[in-house]
Structures are given as structure tokens and as C-alpha cells.
């Protein structure tokens, strides 16, 4: 069974730098498709950026485009997501999910979750 263990969430003052990772365990043929997510208190779960396995282009969110940046490591089964220029709107909790399925990575409905990292920016 696949699990997914977040980490490297934390507190930062506006337009500081935070690196959110994400390690995968527990299988022999792994997931295709990656993402993060992020959700905030009384809002809806946001797609934040996906990436496939062997693709060169990355899917952001309009509104971290240009600060945030994915990244895998499959020597390692871990995914990278890299935010600069953090803003005080950045604040959530951040998921990191996988599927096999390329319909699931177009609408963002993965089946394999972490249990979350926090990240506070301050202003």
C-alpha cells in the first residue's frame, strides 16, 4: 500500500522561502502522477501544481505561478514543492497526492493522500 509522509512545513514571515517534501513508501510499481494541494480553513481544497513522471512541464496554480516549484526525485520516491515569495494567502494546510490514473491527474481527484503539513506566513 502506498503512503505518503509530508514534511517541511513550518512558520514564515512574508516573502520568506519554505521546501515542502514528500516521500512515498510501500510499493513496487509506482504512482504516474503527483500533486500538491493546499486547503485553508473554511476553504475549499485548492490544486496548487501537478507533475507527471518524466514530463518537463509542470501544471501550477495562476496564483503561485513564478514563486512555486515542483520537483521529483525518483531515486529518492520524493516530491519537492519549492515556494518563494511567500504570501500571508499562502496559509494552509499542504497535501501532497498520487494516482496511476492520467483522467484522475487532469481533474485533480487522486486517490493517495498525505496527512499534511502546515505552513503559516506572516505578514
Known amino acids: 500500500q502506498v503512503q505518503l509522509v509530508e514534511s517541511g512545513g513550518g512558520s514564515v514571515q512574508a516573502g520568506g522561502s519554505l521546501r515542502l517534501s514528500c516521500a512515498a513508501f510501500g510499493y513496487s510499481y509506482g504512482p504516474t502522477y503527483w500533486g500538491w494541494f493546499r486547503q485553508a480553513p473554511g476553504k475549499e481544497r485548492e490544486g496548487v501544481a501537478r507533475?507527471?513522471?518524466?514530463?518537463?512541464?509542470?501544471v501550477y496554480a495562476d496564483s503561485v505561478k513564478g514563486r512555486f516549484t515542483v520537483s521529483q526525485d525518483n531515486a529518492k520516491n520524493t516530491l519537492y514543492l519549492q515556494m518563494n515569495s511567500l504570501k500571508p494567502e499562502d496559509t494552509a494546510m499542504y497535501y501532497c497526492a498520487a494516482d496511476w490514473d492520467p483522467a484522475r491527474f487532469a481533474s485533480g481527484d487522486f486517490r493517495i493522500w498525505g496527512q499534511g503539513t502546515q505552513v503559516t506566513v506572516s505578514s
Open positions: 507533475i507527471w513522471s518524466g514530463s518537463a512541464t509542470p
